[in-house]
């Protein structure tokens, strides 16, 4: 089981950028699509980008432009670059090791366990 661990999060102004990372433990990270999610007060978990095993990456409507996913193969780390910041980001964001290649398959996948998270706050 691959354990998960998220930094990076903080208090942030509108228009600011957070970097955030995810370091995962096992030999087997590079066989993993990555992927970040996250959750608002009160609302569902959303998928909000992912990364394939060969560097392909998808992202949501409501990122796209702003934020970049990558991955680091040799430091089992996942990033996710997030410019332009916006209230609405703010959530909780969580990363997660998986598989699939397209965006349903990513959003549907049932995971075993979550990490702890970080907490991402856009506000003047």
């Known amino acids: 089981q691959v354990q998960l661990v998220e930094s990076g999060g903080g208090l942030v102004q509108p228009g600011g950028s957070l970097r955030l990372s995810c370091v995962a433990s096992?030999?087997?990270?590079?066989?993993?699509?990555m992927a970040w999610y996250r959750q608002a007060p009160g609302k569902q978990r959303e998928l909000v980008a992912f990364?394939?095993?060969?560097?392909?990456?998808n992202y949501a409507d409501s990122v796209k432009g702003r934020f970049t996913i990558s991955r680091d193969n040799a430091e089992n780390t996942v990033y996710l670059q997030m410019n332009s910041l916006k209230p609405e980001d703010t959530a909780v964001y969580y990363c997660n090791a998986g598989y699939g290649s397209s965006w349903f398959d990513v959003s549907i996948y049932e995971y075993r366990s979550w990490g702890q998270g970080t907490q991402v706050t856009v506000s003047s």
């Open positions: 096992g030999r087997r990270f590079s066989f993993y699509t």
């Open positions: 990364i394939t095993t060969g560097g392909s990456t």
